[in-house]
């Protein structure tokens, strides 16, 4: 096999991936109200900012742009699991938080998400879950081009280090 077509197919293995991950989060946490991507969101949320964050933190981390994370809160909030606390000294700002419904849930979701994780990464040991996180570290490096500004004109497509 030649490189071109190796790398073609690392290409299009990758983009499967992506699609695959996001059927795997639809069939494991999807609820009646709530797709299971919103649902992983919430999880990231409750594991790492429990007690609220903000949206430009949250894009930093996540890797999504603001208008796309703006959308994704938007939709939590009209359901009843985000809430915003205006900063006193800002008004422009503020600050994500989860609403007491989010936080009866929380085991429930955890629990859930934990299970989808291990269903996925069982498959590597922890030498090969290693591997495999530097190896995408490496190539969202590359295309990100070393940044992670999100106001950055060589940054619309959405990729940022987390």
Known sequence: MDQISRTEEMIFMM???GLNLTAQLEMYLKQKDITG???YFLVYI???HPDGTYLTELCREIGVSKATLSALIKKLREKGYLYFLPEPDDIRKKKVIPTEKLAAEREELLEKAGQMEA???GVLDPKEQDQLWNLERKL???????E???NSENNRQEVYLP
């Open 37 to 39: 991507v919103q649902v």
């Open 148 to 150: 992670c500004d999100e």
């Open 15 to 17: 983009k499967k991936i």
């Open 140 to 146: 969202l490096n590359q295309l990100s081009g070393g």
């Open 119 to 121: 269903g996925i990464c």
């Open 46 to 48: 409750l594991r790492h």
